[in-house]
């Protein structure tokens, strides 16, 4: 038995009517309510005569139930109302408006009271010529949560992406740029992985691979030990005493430093050559000393968080190199000296309020402010710091985070308009007053707007009428705030016109 508007392959038993002969209204109306979040009937008028919704949601979707008495078309957002057009008639002769043949389901959005958008799944069934028919469906806003954050993280990771790019550009830019010889080795073949212009010409093979070669190929025989020696030190101690070797068919003596560092779990050798150094002596004789583990100074300049340390009036005495790239310093320049609130902060007054608490009370957490670059392009941070009053000099300690890539914890987008007080509250700190104001100016003409369509069925020109703009001004917010869908080139949908004229 196949019903009008579905099809062979949704049709799931084959003999249904030996199975369910019987079959009451009060077990079907279990068998709706437990297998869809919300299920409409609704009349051959197109007006909702019952609705059922499941246990996970009556308690949420409580307002649905003043949907009854209204037609299904008045309950969905404007340019869904097609969709519902369709539905039914798909249901009534089992074709859909189109002629493409029925569509057993259709995504729509309901309007909800305060804003909020519900978005459903809907697939209707036939109840009968004069019984109207009843729609199935589920609940789309967990997916649609899903979706978005699935958005969000794709365009930070797609932000992340280019900031890689500009940093290896940069390091490109550096590697090539610096007069002295510098190779990347494997630390355990001691094979050239990469190396700089000037290697090649020190080497004098510019013309021929180094890449892939063995490092010891390129010294001389008589200095493969000392390069030997020094290598494996910094293998184990991350970095090496400098010693004197020459390379192949090189009668000069050249200086070899060598460190250590992790890239995904693989240690890498980093070896400078340069010309002797005058200070040979003093280097030998530090060589008799143990070489020194890593110390908290190394830790916090290597820290992926910038790290600032100030006088207790504000000016810079040291920071790490996460904090000169924050900042994007020039090459050459410095930031010691100078004051931290030429980079942090909207105005002044957030490194009063810093340096106020810090004063009174020692240590704040997680105050959040922004930190501008220096082409002035603001992004936003959050800072724990530290007062240290005693010791050899006062100081105070900031650790600052760049939060730019950090997903909204309440699911907004920064497009959204903040929908209620605690949204609102939570900007404070992070806009200034000026903005805050701003957003509350939208979002209390947006729900202006909103009730004046609600109470004018959708009439825009009485709309306009209502709210005291005209016809066009109400056309320019209704895009701003997106409630509308205008047709192309940003001209009106056909009734529209009608009703405005």
Known sequence: MQTPGTSVASQLFEAP????????????????????????????????????LGGSHAAELVELRQWIGRRWIETVTIENRGKVTAMLATAVHGTALDGQGPRPERQVTHALAGGVDLPVSYSVVPLGAQAGVLALGRDLRDVAAVQQRLVDAQQSMERDYLRL??????????????????????????????????AARLVGEANKRIV??????????????????????????????????????APADLRLAASAFKQDSTILLMVRLSAPCTEAPRASASSTRAPEGPSLLDVVN??????????????????????????????????????????????????????GNLRQHGVLRLFPTTLRSGLGEPSPVEISAVAVPDGPQACLGFAIRDVARRLPADG?????????????TGLVGR??????????TDLIERLCIEAALELTRDHRASAAEMLGLSRQSLYVKLRRYGILEFGQEGRLPAEDRSRAD
Request: proline share 4%; net charge negative; aromatic share 4%.
């Open 302 to 355: 290597s820290l992926p968080d910038a790290f600032v340390l100030t006088d207790m009036q504000g000016r810079i005495l040291s920071a790490n190199q996460a904090f000169s790239e924050m900042v994007q310093l020039p090459p050459g320049d410095s930031v010691q000296g100078q004051p931290l609130d030429r980079w942090l902060g909207r105005t002044s007054v957030d490194m009063n309020v810093l340096v």
């Open 412 to 424: 907004r987008t920064p497009r959204q308009l903040p929908r209620s007080v605690e949204q609102l």
């Open 431 to 440: 806009l200034p007053l000026k903005d805050i104001v701003g957003e509350t």
């Open 212 to 249: 892939g070669r063995s490092f010891m190929e390129l010294l001389a025989a008589d200095s493969l030990g000392d390069a030997q020696a020094r290598l494996a030190q910094a293998r184990s101690a991350g970095r090496s005493d400098d010693a004197s070797v020459r390379l192949a068919n």
């Open 17 to 52: 009517e030996r199975h369910f002969p019987e079959l009451s209204a009060d077990v079907l109306a279990g068998v709706v309510a437990a297998a869809t979040d919300l299920a409409l009937v609704v009349d051959a008028q197109g007006v909702i005569r019952d609705v059922s």
């Open 165 to 198: 790019r500009h940093t290896e550009a940069r390091y490109r830019l550096l590697f090539e740029a610096v007069e002295e010889a510098v190779m990347v080795l494997d630390a355990n073949s001691l094979v050239v992985l990469e190396h700089n212009a000037a």
